[in-house]
């Protein structure tokens, strides 16, 4: 079982930087890839970007690339998403979640923290 906690949403005006991180219970967590997803009201989840269980490895979903940056820490349990350049659209409650093999089916989330960026 793993469990996940979310931190460091806010509210922040556009251009600015945020970084969001995932704290996760239990002994396995370098089992799991990692990764952050959103979802803005009225909108489908969105795929933010993910990271290999060894951390050497992350994919950032098309419309945050060049912007934000994602890391992990097994030492810590502990996963990160750096935002910079924030703008409006990406105001969204942003979600952790944990998987072993299917990204599109994570086995953990986290309950989420929102993010809003003003114009």
């Known amino acids: 079982q793993v469990q996940l906690v979310e931190s460091g949403g806010g509210l922040v005006q556009a251009g600015g930087s945020l970084r969001l991180s995932c704290a996760a219970s239990?002994?396995?967590?370098?089992?799991?890839?990692m990764g952050w997803f959103r979802q803005a009201p009225g909108k489908a989840r969105e795929f933010v970007g993910g990271?290999?269980?060894?951390?050497?490895?992350?994919v950032l979903g098309d419309s945050v690339k060049g912007r934000f940056t994602i890391s992990r820490d097994n030492a810590k349990n502990t996963v990160y998403l750096q935002m910079n350049s924030l703008k409006p659209e990406d105001t969204a409650v942003y979600y952790c979640?944990?998987?072993?093999?299917?990204?599109?089916?994570?086995?953990?989330w986290g309950q989420g923290t929102q993010v809003t960026v003003s114009s």
């Open positions: 990271i290999t269980s060894s951390g050497g490895k992350g």
């Open positions: 239990g002994r396995t967590f370098d089992n799991y890839a």
């Open positions: 979640a944990a998987w072993v093999t299917d990204y599109e089916s994570p086995d953990y």
